[in-house]
């Protein structure tokens, strides 16, 4: 069975800095897109960044330059690096990751981790 466990949330100051990882576990053939999503309160859930099987990166705009995916396919793993974090970057965040394994194509959600910037 094919997991996904997110690390890495947390409270912090306006402006300081987070990381979170996302590792996928079990059997697995191939991971393609992993994608860091977030929901704040009463708030749809929305695309923060993506990152392909090749490395092309794709960043929300209220994102850009404070925030940087990147993965570690030996690991399989993929991190979210959060520079710069305001208040209203407070949300669940969750990984997403599209993968093959031995049974079928799968598009599986982490749990989430809480991150919340307040003084």
């Known amino acids: 069975q094919v997991q996904l466990v997110e690390s890495g949330g947390g409270l912090v100051q306006p402006g300081g800095s987070l990381r979170l990882s996302c590792a996928v576990s079990g059997s697995i053939f191939s991971i393609y897109a992993m994608d860091w999503y977030r929901q704040a309160p009463g708030k749809q859930r929305e695309l923060v960044a993506a990152i392909t099987g090749g490395g092309s990166t794709n960043y929300a705009n209220f994102v850009k330059g404070r925030f940087t995916i990147s993965r570690d396919n030996a690991k399989n793993t993929v991190y979210l690096q959060m520079n710069s974090l305001k208040p209203e970057d407070t949300a669940v965040y969750l990984c997403?990751?599209?993968?093959?394994?031995?049974?079928?194509?799968?598009?599986?959600w982490g749990q989430g981790t809480q991150v919340t910037v307040s003084s």
């Open positions: 997403n990751v599209l993968l093959e394994s031995p049974s079928s194509l799968n598009d599986l």
